[in-house]
T-cell receptor
């Protein structure tokens, strides 16, 4: 059974740039969620995708967008990066949105 | 609004000194309560799911319990390798996300 994998593991971007983060879901999971985790805090829900459709969104601006592909892998795109976007971005896959989620190792994004 | 509060924020234990972490929640229609372990710079690692009050789950030195208002994670005779941040999260009926608490950082000294 393949777990959740994310790429890249680390990334440094300049304010105003755009970034794309990638995630491969665990085998058999059709639901992918993205979370943002600031240092010393719990993860905050960004949005969820189920069968290629957005299935819920947290309190994040529209410059945070995503995609899910037919193989259930997913991308998180962030436009017009701000310094406060610096965080650990976590992808999680699950059998359903309310079920236990299995997380990847995260992408550490630093905006300078 | 759904809320999850974990206490204490940090816990320093001597090896072998048992303790409990608390997760109190306010959510309408709890569907599941989840415990995760997170090592620095890594993604959370799933530990337990609890679905109803009175339920208990155990794994090695960890035991999770659930009431209608809170959950406890008991660490029995901890070892240094149990040092990590422990996160609690909840999901609700017809929900599509997990709502996390802020975590408890546990340090176990030899």
């Amino acid at each position: 059974e393949t777990g959740v994998t994310q790429s890249p593991t680390h990334l440094i971007k300049t304010r105003g740039q755009q970034v794309t983060l990638r995630c491969s879901s665990q085998s058999g999971h059709n639901t992918v969620s993205w979370y943002q985790q600031a240092l010393g805090q719990g993860p905050q829900f960004i949005f969820q995708y189920y069968r290629e459709e957005e299935n819920g969104r947290g309190n994040f601006p529209p410059r945070f967008s995503g995609l899910q592909f037919p193989n259930y892998s997913s991308e998180l795109n962030v436009n017009a990066l701000e310094l406060d976007d610096s965080a650990l971005y976590l992808c999680a896959s699950s059998l359903a949105g309310w079920r236990e989620a299995f997380f990847g190792q995260g992408t550490r994004l630093t905006v300078v | 609004e759904d809320q999850v509060t974990q206490s204490p924020e940090a816990l320093r234990l001597q090896e072998g000194e048992s303790s409990s972490l608390n997760c109190s929640y306010t959510v309408s229609g709890l569907r599941g309560l989840f415990w995760y372990r997170q090592d620095p710079g890594k993604g959370p690692e799933f530990l337990f799911t609890l679905y109803s009050a009175g339920e208990e789950k155990e794994k090695e030195r960890l035991k999770a319990t659930l009431t209608k208002k809170e959950s406890f994670l008991h660490i029995t005779a901890p070892k240094p390798e149990d040092s990590a941040t422990y996160l609690c999260a909840v999901s609700k009926a017809a929900g599509n996300k997990l709502t996390f608490g802020g975590g408890t950082r546990v340090l176990v000294k030899p």
